[in-house]
């Protein structure tokens, strides 16, 4: 019987690249897999002949002739490509050792992958650290003090007693892990799991550290230092690597994880990288202009204020504002003008308004030209 073609076989086009077609050999190998189709003829056929399409295009060599000669380019030895005919399925397995390895439940033919016994993680500790704006602007380094596990100093943290009284789990013979066999309407099915007698670590503490039980591990309080950089938000976390809880009978350390709350500012309000300043103007500060003070991260600055500045004009200041986290310059401080309407007059300042009522100059005329006025107007009926 003529070989199908092997791009055919995987079901990818020509054009298809490494991964694409590793991809598509390890959909085929699954759907064909003996475990999945005991005792079926054809799908063990179609599971070599996918193995055989793989071994030619996942290799460049192999399948620049393939895509040059076709199935001649690997008659007669001609190219050293494909499998024999007599080649098993356990043989496969044992070619593509780094394709079955990955597959979980199936296998058990030899080709995948040694299980290793598990390493332990320490857990992540949570801390929330809370930031003025001052602070958030310039970065600051904090110090705090938590609760957490480290290594046992009596066992140098492997809870054995003498730091080497250790025996080979017999569960799992050292690896680790243990693999049942299933029978399922699929056929049998492996499953392997971390081993319950060692808890995945592959050996027994034959006499336990005194200190910690055999666990490696010790509660107690530690002092962490770490730098927060400029910039930060409400909601941000960061990490401090290897900062949180020790591993039982060693491993690697969990994290230190900081989330990062702002302190309200009592007369600036963050937006972004820019700070927001509402200020209030008299009404004869508005109309005759004046120089106000106005708060700022770095300290009170002064700033004039033109004859005539209408309500709702804003001010920038720029670079005024706080830096960006990512080091992309600072933001600016925008100041919202408020006039302050007075709710209660005596009789002579009641009368001044009046007078005042009969000038021109008092008789609203927004300028067209005003761009904040519209702009205010567009906005509201948006």
């Not at 593509?96 to 332990?120: L, V």
């Not at 408020?338 to 001044?352: A, D, H, T």
Request: charged share 25%; glycine share 12%; proline share 4%.
């Amino acid at each position: 019987m003529a070989k199908r073609d092997y791009y055919e076989v995987l079901e990818v086009s020509k054009n298809a690249s490494a991964e694409e077609i590793k991809k598509a050999y390890r959909k085929m190998a699954l759907k064909y897999h003996p475990d999945k189709n005991p005792d079926n003829k054809e799908a063990e056929n179609k599971f070599k002949e996918a193995a055989e399409a793989y071994d030619i295009l996942s290799n460049p060599q192999k399948k620049a002739k393939y895509d040059q000669y076709g199935h001649a380019a690997f008659s007669n030895g001609g190219g050293g490509g494909g499998f024999s005919g007599g080649m098993t399925v356990e043989d496969i397995f044992e070619h593509f050792g780094d394709i079955f390895g990955g597959f979980g439940g199936f296998g058990g033919f030899g080709g995948g992958r040694q299980s290793q016994p598990r390493q332990n993680k320490g857990s992540n500790l949570r801390v929330k650290v809370k930031l003025n704006l001052e602070e958030i602007s310039k970065g600051v380094e904090k110090k705090i003090k938590v609760k957490k596990y480290v290594s046992c100093d009596t066992c140098s943290g492997t809870g054995a007693k003498d730091g080497s009284s250790y025996n080979t789990c017999t569960t799992c013979n050292g690896k680790g892990q243990v693999t049942r066999v299933a029978n399922t309407f699929l056929g049998a099915m492996q499953t392997t799991t971390s081993c319950p007698t060692c808890n995945g670590e592959g050996r027994i503490i034959s006499s336990k550290c005194n200190k910690c039980y055999g666990e490696g591990i010790i509660s107690t309080e530690e002092t962490i230092s770490f730098s927060i950089p400029a910039g930060v938000g409400e909601g941000m976390q960061l990490k401090v690597s290897g900062k949180g809880n020790a591993a039982r009978r060693g491993g690697v350390n969990g994290d230190l994880l900081v989330l990062i709350t702002e302190e309200p500012h009592p007369q600036l309000i963050r937006d972004g990288n820019d700070l927001l300043y509402n200020m209030y103007l008299t009404i004869p500060d508005a109309v005759t202009g004046t120089t106000v003070e106005i708060p700022t991260i770095d300290g009170k600055i002064k700033i004039k204020i033109d004859a005539g500045t209408q309500p709702g004009k804003i001010l920038r200041i720029r670079g005024k504002g706080l830096p960006d986290v990512n080091g992309y310059g600072k933001g600016d401080l925008l100041i919202s003008i408020s006039v302050w309407i007075p709710r209660n007059l005596s009789k002579e300042e009641y009368k001044v308004f009046e007078k005042l009522k009969e000038s021109s100059n008092f008789i609203p005329n927004p300028d067209k030209n005003d761009k904040t006025f519209f702009d205010r107007m567009r906005n509201f009926f948006e």
